[in-house]
Every structure is written in C-alpha cells, then in structure tokens.
C-alpha cells in the first residue's frame, strides 16, 4: 500500500488496478506510463463505497482580521513552489478579461468559491451582484497581490471565522494530468476532483484541465464528480 496516489502510480504496469481509498489527496497525479492497449490498461479507481477526493488546494491557516469582516493572510512564495496561482493571470487567445485581472487562484471557504475582486475597496465594502447566478455569495470576496517574497490575500468572509472554518486556496494547475503526451490507455473512475489552478486553454496551445490527457489516447474518466476548476474541467488535447 501507498501514503499518495503519485506513489502508487510510479509503480503500476499495464494491467495493473489501483485501489484508492477514502481520503483527501492533495498532489498532483502524473501518471508516467500508460496501458498497453483496451485491455491492458492502468486503471485507478476509488474503493467500493468510499469517497475519494483530489484537490488541487492546501489548507491555509494564520489568518489576521485586517478590518472587520476582512481577514488577511501571508504566505511565502517559496509555500507555491515553481508555481504562483496568485501571480498567474488568466489568458490567452479568444480569453476575454472584461477589463479586469483575473487570476489562476482562488479561495474557499468550507468547499464554496469567493468571488476575486480587482481592486481591495470591492472587498473591504463588497456590494450584492443581484443580476448574477449567486447574489448571496457575491458578497464572498478575495484580493491578492505579490511581491519578490511574500503573497498577500484579503478575504471577506462575511462573519466567518477563517482560523475555524476551512479556508483551502488552489496552489496546483492540475489534479490528473501528465507534461508528456502518449501516456495511453489510462482510466480514472468514482472519484472527486475538484479546486484547481488551471489555465485558459485556447485552441491554439496546450490545454490542461483539471484532468487531462494532453494527446493521449484510449482513456476512460467515468463516474467522477469534477468542480471547480479556474478554468477547464476536462481537456482532451489540441488534436
């Protein structure tokens, strides 16, 4: 048995079944080989009857209340690795930012995502976006900025208790995802994945999703629950 999913992958060969069991997996699985064929196929799977989450996401904790309903958080740049969500911005071709950054992270409080505001004022005096598809969770907001050190996030969480409640922010650009094409014949079922960091995927470039197979072939992602993805859910690559 394996502490990760990754770990598990490392070791598996065509034909292979990998049993998931309950839990929350926070990493990023790059399968690196495939299956064989149809038949001869790696195959992760969640046990029978448990749930199995993936999160592109860490919990993040140590959070001072700025002002009011306001809370503001410091964290490391060298906490995202090769990596800043929080100095990503979404773009590319066909991607259209109304004017405004928009950025490859996000913030959750107990599973539900803010709403990322351009400028702070929107976030110490937020107004109710009655025409949208969540007016309440409007309110709900988040503002990041960055310099050489430190990433700095301001949320408001509308009377909640970010130290108490779960406050998860994406920090991955993926779930399940390989940076080498031709890993084939992968299925992935029964499993949840959710909160990640992806970018736009226009048509004339790589497209990573939450899951993808980046021009790969005979994969199956069957019964899975996918949300919240930045941008895409699945992709299944350019050609």
């Known amino acids: 048995s394996f502490l990760t999913i990754q770990a598990a992958a490392n ?73 800043n ?10 991607f259209n930012a109304r004017g405004r950054v928009h950025h490859t992270g996000e913030v ?16 110490l005096q937020p107004k109710r976006q009655a025409d949208k598809f969540d007016p309440e969770g409007s309110t709900y907001t988040w503002f990041c900025e960055t310099d050489d050190d430190n990433t700095y996030i301001y949320a408001n969480f509308n009377g909640a208790d970010p130290n108490q ?7 991955r ?11 084939n014949y992968i299925t992935i079922r029964g499993v949840r994945m959710s909160q990640a960091a992806t970018q736009w995927a226009p048509p004339t470039s790589e497209q990573i999703g939450l899951i ?9 992602i069957e019964n899975n629950i996918i949300s919240d993805s930045k941008c895409s859910g699945i992709t299944l690559g350019k050609y």
């Open 108 to 123: 959750y409080l107990n599973g539900k995502s803010l709403w990322e505001m351009s400028i702070l004022e929107n976030v």
């Open 85 to 94: 969500p929080y100095k990503d911005q979404v773009h590319g071709d066909w």
């Open 212 to 220: 993808g197979t980046n021009w790969s072939k005979g994969w199956i």
């Open 11 to 83: 070791t598996a060969e065509p034909g292979d079944v990998i049993t998931i069991h309950e839990g929350v997996y926070r990493e990023r699985i790059a399968p690196p080989r495939g299956g064989e064929s149809d038949v001869k196929r790696i195959i992760f799977q969640a046990a029978k009857g448990e749930k199995v989450e993936i999160r592109g996401s860490e919990i993040v904790k140590n959070w001072n209340r700025f002002t009011g309903d306001v809370w503001k958080v410091i964290i490391p740049n060298t906490f995202f690795g090769d990596y």
């Open 173 to 183: 650009k993926s779930c399940f995802y390989h940076d080498k094409t031709g890993i």
């Open 165 to 171: 409640e779960l406050v998860e922010i994406n920090v």
